[in-house]
């Protein structure tokens, strides 16, 4: 049974799922879909072209598939919001749908976004990812899954996080994250390897230390890192985690964040 408080307005061509349940004081705009089992528990805000998937529990404050802050939004564009199944999603967190007309913003399943969070217009957040309190995202961002994002942490446009990376907290961040690693700092700047992410994504001891050693190669050996990656490439050729670490190095459109040298020190046992 769907149910409906009567002091929420709802569109009327607002689709609610099964079970779903529209708390006191909450905005359901038109052409926006809610999914089964989904609670917004009271003030929320969700605009038209915004989709919520299903059993997400959505806490008092939000608003979602807001307007883009970009100056460069067309007043009138059509713009999107996809956010998965199975989110938590806490107080004050605002989500902003694309910039560009047609554009998306989206956000996968399992995350938990928490209070006073922001995801920025045209970001794509995976599945699994943890936004700590005041964790900010600027617009265009990538965060892989099982990414962790540190408390009043801000992450510049167009940066990428990757995979069961982890940005510290108060970190900021302006330039991209390997998979796998950790970054902190004031620009952050990436340190070691997430050992104990990788561990809670479900990574073997004996991907961990390939990770680790690639890590180490990359940036520890006073290398060029375009030779640095044929080497790493040549010693782990059958490495999923280490080809996604490589496609990264490749892809980086801003520069990595890489690390300083008092980052040695701490890694000199990964040989």
């Known amino acids: 049974m769907i149910q409906i408080h009567k002091h929420a307005v709802v569109d009327k061509t607002a689709e609610l799922g099964e079970n779903s349940e529209i708390g006191p004081f909450c905005t359901v705009a038109a052409n926006t879909k809610i999914g089964a089992n989904t609670k917004l528990r009271s003030?929320?805000?969700?605009?038209?072209?915004?989709?919520i998937g299903d059993n997400c529990d959505i806490f008092?404050?939000?608003t979602l598939g807001m307007q883009s802050q970009d100056l460069k939004y067309i007043q009138g564009s059509t713009t999107y919001t996809e956010i998965g199944d199975r989110n938590i999603i806490r107080?004050?967190?605002s989500v902003h749908s694309g910039t560009?007309?047609?554009?998306?913003?989206?956000?996968?399943?399992d995350c938990a976004l928490l209070s006073h969070s922001h995801v920025a217009h045209n970001c794509y957040v995976g599945n699994n990812v943890v936004m700590s309190h005041g964790a900010t995202l600027g617009g265009h961002v990538v965060i892989g899954d099982h990414a962790n994002i540190?408390?009043?942490?801000?992450i510049h446009q167009f940066c990428q996080v990757g995979k069961a990376a982890m940005i510290a907290g108060m970190a900021r961040t302006i330039?991209?994250?390997l998979p796998f690693t950790i970054a902190e700092g004031t620009p952050a700047h990436m340190r070691v390897i997430n050992k104990v992410g990788m561990e809670r994504a479900g990574y073997s001891v004996a991907e961990i230390?390939?990770?680790r050693k690639a890590f180490r190669v990359l940036f520890m050996r006073e290398l060029r890192l375009e030779d640095a990656v044929v080497?790493?490439?040549e010693s782990f050729p059958k490495s999923d985690s280490i080809k996604l670490m490589i496609d990264a190095v490749r892809a980086s459109q801003r520069g990595l964040a890489r690390p300083e040298s008092a980052t040695y020190e701490i890694n000199v046992a990964d040989v």
Not at 44 to 49: I, Y
Not at 150 to 154: D, F, K, Y
């Open 43 to 51: 003030h929320v805000v969700v605009e038209p072209f915004t989709k």
């Open 100 to 109: 560009e007309p047609g554009s998306f913003t989206s956000i996968g399943n």
């Open 231 to 233: 080497q790493v490439e």
């Open 91 to 93: 107080e004050f967190v």
């Open 209 to 211: 230390s390939e990770v």
């Open 175 to 177: 330039q991209d994250v």
């Open 60 to 62: 008092p404050y939000v």
């Open 150 to 154: 540190g408390g009043l942490s801000a």
